[in-house]
Structure formats: C-alpha cells, structure tokens
C-alpha cells in the first residue's frame, strides 16, 4: 500500500458533457474522480470516502442546495463548491452564509475551479492532499 493518498473530488451534474469535462479536469489536476448524474446516485454511494463536492445547482428531483444539506448531514465540514447555468438573485441568496467554498456560474473558467479546490483542500483540517 502506499502512503500517497489522492483526494477524491465528487462531482454531481444531470448534464454528462460538464461531468465528462470536470473530470478530465480534475484528473490532469492528479485528483481522484467520481461523477454522478444525480444526487440520489451520490447518496447511494460512500460519501464519507469523498474529500470535496462540486454540485450543479438546477438539476432535476434532488437540486444542488438540497444535496448539499444531505451530505452535510454525514460531512458537515466538507468542501461543497455549487456550479450553476441560472443566475438569479435567489440562489445567491440560498448560498450566503451557508458555508460553501464557492460558486462559479456556467460557464466557468475550469482553471479557477480547480485552483479554488486546491486551495480548499489544503486549507481542510485532517483533510488528504493529492
């Protein structure tokens, strides 16, 4: 076994263009990936395995806000970056002061994203790094 632990990003989107896309974003960055269509397919997985989720926030049935509350539930501290196509006031409004690393509008520059992960994974308490 070896003593380098690679952080695992879970990325949760209805659209498997921006799934397909993070990923290989996060995999040149030496992330270990896992995506999902949904957040109920999240749910069913270990979520205590995963170091930082990114969420779309329009997604039909369980949106991104909600998601975000559910894995909070088991992970209250893990990194949760929302991604979004609408840009309305009211979710702005849902994310103020709800502890979230960041929200990035689609589309978004992918190099931030990642930078923005990077950080917050180092800036975790007890969290793997890559």
């Given at each position: ?39 109920a397919s999240l749910l069913e997985s270990d979520v205590t ?28 501290a893990l990194p949760v970056f929302m991604i979004s196509g ?34 917050a994974l180092r800036d975790a308490k007890g969290g793997r790094?890559?």
């Amino acid at each position: 076994m070896t003593d380098h632990v690679r952080a695992v990003i879970a990325v949760v989107d209805d659209d498997p263009r921006v799934l397909e896309s993070l990923e290989n974003l996060f995999q040149s960055g030496g992330y270990d990936v896992q995506t999902y269509s949904s957040g109920a397919s999240l749910l069913e997985s270990d979520v205590t395995i995963i170091d930082c989720l990114i969420t779309d926030v329009g997604m039909p049935g369980m949106d991104g806000f909600e998601l975000r509350e559910r894995v909070r539930e088991e992970r209250p501290a893990l990194p949760v970056f929302m991604i979004s196509g609408r840009h309305d006031l009211t979710s702005g409004r849902r994310l103020a002061g709800q502890g979230d690393i960041g929200f990035f509008s689609k589309p978004f520059d992918g190099r931030a994203l990642l930078a923005a992960v990077d950080k917050a994974l180092r800036d975790a308490k007890g969290g793997r790094t890559k």
